[in-house]
């Protein structure tokens, strides 16, 4: 299996910061990243595709980046909405998740 | 768009199986070209694909959870469900499904919680 490892585990940030979550993939998954929001009691809500993919209807404040092993997600300036735990997937071989960053209130 | 709700038991006793059914509204499983999946997600933790089918009834399952994993479709109740079985307390979750065309989910059920205890 493709192992999926994010750092940090959790964040602490204000609004209006700049927040970037890194994702690692143990090989090589091209572009094939997906980014997901989730908050408590809710399921996963796609963010990103293909790793640089904007869903539809997502801010623009979104955006990801990185392609083989190394990937990021980055808010370009937090807003309220934005404090949830975000989770990066690959879909290169099979499907896994990485265990999470959760971005909480500073 | 397509909308997916899942159902079945909320408690479930060790070496039973689990059984849920997610059904499908706002588009046609028998229309091709979306995989319907399961995925679970630990309390707490993380996310794990436990696979998936196709409308013909092609599978493909989480090699770690294959021997215990059946996924099934009823395209004339627009239905497709997952059996678990020899469940433990280890197979406690929320468990969703969802479905894609290529490798990312775009939609998702809500999740419904499964307990596994006597």
């Known amino acids: 299996d493709i192992q999926m490892t994010q750092s940090p585990s959790t964040l602490s940030a204000s609004v209006g910061d700049r927040v970037t979550i890194t994702c690692r993939a143990s090989q090589s998954i091209s572009s094939w990243l997906a980014w997901y929001q989730q908050k408590p009691g809710k399921a996963p809500k796609l963010l990103i595709y293909k790793a640089s993919s904007l869903e539809s209807g997502v801010p623009s404040r979104f955006s990801g980046s990185g392609s083989g092993t190394e990937f990021t997600l980055t808010i370009s300036s937090l807003q309220p909405d934005d404090f949830a735990t975000y989770y990066c997937?690959?879909?290169?071989?099979?499907?896994?998740f990485g265990q999470g960053t959760k971005v909480e209130i500073k | 768009q397509v909308q997916l709700q899942e159902s079945g038991p909320g408690l479930v006793k060790p070496s039973q199986t689990l059984s849920l059914t997610c059904t499908v509204s706002?588009?046609?499983?028998?229309?091709?070209?979306?995989?319907w999946s399961w995925i679970r997600q630990h309390p707490g933790k993380g996310l794990e694909w436990i696979g998936y089918?196709?409308?013909?009834?092609?599978?493909y399952y989480n090699p770690s959870l294959k021997s215990r994993v059946t996924i099934s479709v009823d395209t004339s109740k627009n239905q497709f469900s997952l059996k678990l079985s020899s469940v433990t307390a280890a197979d406690t979750a929320v468990y969703y499904c969802?479905?894609?065309?290529?490798?990312?989910?775009?939609?998702w059920g809500q999740g419904t919680l499964v307990t596994v205890s006597s």
């Open positions: 706002g588009g046609s499983i028998s229309s091709g070209g979306y995989y």
């Open positions: 997937q690959q879909y290169n071989s099979v499907w896994t």
């Open positions: 089918i196709y409308y013909s009834g092609s599978t």
């Open positions: 969802a479905t894609r065309r290529t490798g990312y989910y775009r939609y």
